[in-house]
T-cell receptor, first 113, second 111 residues
Framework: KQEVTQIPAALSVPEGENLVLNCSFT??????LQWFRQDPGKGLTSLLL???SQREQTSGRLNASLDKSSGRSTLYIAASQPGDSATYLC????????????WGAGTKLIIKP | NAGVTQTPKFRILKIGQSMTLQCTQD?????MYWYRQDPGMGLKLIYY???????DKGEVPNGYNVSRSTTEDFPLRLELAAPSQTSVYFC??????????FGPGTRLTVT
């Protein structure tokens, strides 16, 4: 059974720091992995999608990596800003089911001005 | 560029009432999903659809029904509302192997 874990559950860092959020999964048979952010009281915004054949994806100050063999993905945020404060979720799409995402519980990130 | 739209944004229901949450996407996506998110908790899949006319249950389907008569629309029906259905409901869609996009959510309170 695929399980997705995000550690830490919460993180608070000063503005301007570079930071890394972690996502681990138990079954390496995945189609892809997606990172989302959710602002309080809002919906989910897709940040990055990494297909199983890819090693990383970049969008602006965000870089996501994928290591299927070790069951890990990281989301790197460069030069953090208060506007980056949100909950970040990762989700994997299983190889044995093309329909469902398996979700991590999220990391709540606070960037202190 | 509308993406995934949901109506209504907010709704208060009395116990036993029924309602339909509307979801529409304009990206011609085959896959559509309904999730619920309880306060401080993660997303739980209610129902999903892999194309017009095809739907299936997710993790928490009891008390809900769906239909998918067109590619664009995927309404969620609540029959006999109960306080346990108080939650935020998100609709999502994706193309095959693509990114999953979410609507803004419907905040439902059952009292």
């Amino acid at each position: 059974k695929q399980e997705v874990t995000q550690i830490p559950a919460a993180l608070s860092v000063p503005e301007g720091e570079n930071l890394v959020l972690n996502c681990s999964f138990t079954d390496s048979a995945i189609y892809n992995l997606q990172w989302f952010r959710q602002d309080p009281g809002k919906g989910l915004t897709s940040l990055l999608l990494i297909q199983s054949s890819q090693r990383e994806q970049t969008s602006g100050r965000l870089n996501a990596s994928l290591d299927k063999s070790s069951g890990r993905s990281t989301l790197y945020i460069a030069a953090s800003q208060p506007g980056d404060s949100a909950t970040y979720l990762c989700a994997v799409r299983r190889m044995d089911s093309n329909y469902q995402l398996i979700w991590g519980a999220g990391t709540k990130l606070i960037i202190k001005p | 560029n509308a993406g995934v739209t949901q109506t209504p944004k907010f709704r208060i229901l009395k116990i036993g009432q029924s309602m339909t949450l509307q979801c529409t996407q304009d990206m011609n996506h085959n896959y559509m999903y309904w999730y619920r998110q309880d306060p401080g908790m993660g997303l739980k899949l209610i129902y999903y659809s892999v194309g017009a006319g095809i739907t299936d249950k997710g993790e928490v389907p009891n008390g809900y029904n769906v239909s998918r008569s067109t590619t664009e629309d995927f309404p969620l029906r609540l029959e006999l509302a109960a306080p346990s259905q108080t939650s935020v409901y998100f609709c999502a869609s994706r193309a095959s192997m693509g990114e999953q996009y979410f609507g803004p959510g419907t905040r439902l309170t059952v009292t």
